[in-house]
């Protein structure tokens, strides 16, 4: 079993930058690749980027690209989303997710989520 708590959304200006935390509870938190995905109001949850269980391989989609970071910190138990150069299409509730071997981008794919965090970006 994996819990998830996602922090670190908010508002913010279109132009501005967050950094997303998930923090993962359980022991084998190294052996989980990670995904974020969003939620924008009346829209289907999307997959924004995801993370190998190593950190080694990253992926993300073509509309954050360039703009967002996944990282993650093994011994911390937490996988980041470093957002730059915010555009108001960004807002929506960002959820992060875990699953077992290798990466996707299918939310289906996953075991756990966490509970969401708003980001919400002002024109």
């Known amino acids: 079993q994996v819990q998830l708590v996602e922090s670190g959304g908010g508002l913010v200006q279109a132009g501005g930058s967050l950094r997303l935390s998930c923090a993962a509870s359980?022991?084998?938190?190294?052996?989980?690749?990670m995904g974020w995905f969003r939620q924008a109001p009346g829209k289907e949850r999307v997959f924004v980027a995801a993370?190998?269980?190593?950190?080694?391989?990253?992926s993300y989609a073509d509309s954050v690209k360039r703009r967002f970071t996944i990282s993650r910190d093994n011994a911390k138990n937490t996988v980041y989303l470093r957002m730059n150069s915010l555009k108001p299409e960004d807002t929506a509730v960002y959820y992060c997710a875990a699953k077992r071997y290798a990466a996707t981008t299918n939310a289906n794919d996953y075991d756990y989520w966490g509970q969401g965090t708003q980001v919400t970006v002002s024109s």
């Open positions: 359980g022991r084998t938190f190294s052996t989980y690749a």
């Open positions: 993370i190998s269980w190593s950190g080694g391989t990253t």
